[in-house]
């Protein structure tokens, strides 16, 4: 059976040429794509590139490979960043934030040139929301947060590791998911939480990503690019 986040994952490292300051995703499609690049620097294929980890977790992985890593604040640029998502509409709309990593995922890809996403068949959607948006709070105030957002009828979840204890961020952050069923205005729904005092980011993705990869169960992947009306169909051999 195809694995289709190792097939788009370890795809995507194609886009990635020698000389380039690459953004390595966080998740488990990211991790494929983490691997395939380490993989060709180990066969001499890439020789030199510089990652720019979207999280801790990411970055122990990318330096066992032999990649070498800078902080963000240290690069001038950064030409290109593959990540996973939650949640991608043809619009290029997406929910991120699954794996806890969203906010260092934005700023990344804020400031990447080219943000691209890969993703299974699965996490191809018509409207956002089915999966719970992942909101990154402060810790200060976060109770009385979470009931503002409960009053507002977000129905909102304190993201826990194991059955006691709060996940906290690489930022030391808290994370609401919110479950939302559909997310028919998410640019105002983005608006929103960006204006409420204590939130510190959102899990959505609208004026992001520029390129997105959908690996398919019969192991073709589906390439979709802002540019082109129609998603091109790749072969993978
Ligand atoms: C982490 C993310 C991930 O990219 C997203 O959750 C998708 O993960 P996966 O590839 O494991 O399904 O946003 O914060």
Redesign the pocket.
Known sequence: MVDT?ELVGRYAANYVKDGMVVGL???????WFVEEVGARIADGRLKQIVGVA??RRTAEQALKLGITIMDLDRVNHIDLVV????EVTRDFYGI???????LH?KIVAKNAKRSIW???ED?LVDTLGAFPL?VEVVQFGSWNLFRQLMAAGLEPSFRKVGSDSLYMTDSGNYIIDLKLGQIPYPHQLAHELKNTVGVVEH?LFLDVCDTFLVGRADGTILLYQKDQTEPMTIEVS
Request: glycine residues 32%; hydrophobic residues 20%; proline residues 4%.
């Open positions: 986040k995703g966080t998740g488990s499609t990211a991790y979207t999280s990540d996973g998502a939650d991120k934030g699954g794996g806890g990593a969203l995922e890969v993703v299974g996490k992942p899990g």
